[in-house]
């Protein structure tokens, strides 16, 4: 077995604070919160698009949608 990677295994262990208390420092807590409010808004937007998008369209009759119609269907032919 090929242990060549040990050495820097152990010295990146020495590196490691035993208390377990490392602060994430406000530039990063920063990012996150932008995170946390980006994604706030784009779920926001997602849902006022989902429902404008479960109203009929303009022009579209309410009743008749159980035959959508193709183009083709009109009795116009030459």
Known sequence: MDFSY???VMIAAEEI???GNQSIGWL?????L???IVVALL???FARMAR???????GEDEQDTSSPETPGD????P
């Open 17 to 19: 604070d035993p208390e």
């Open 43 to 45: 779920l926001w937007s």
């Open 74 to 77: 009109d009795d116009t032919t």
């Open 52 to 58: 404008r998008a479960r109203e009929p369209w303009q």
């Open 6 to 8: 040990l050495p820097s």
């Open 34 to 36: 932008l995170l946390f």
């Open 28 to 32: 990063a807590g920063g990012f996150t």
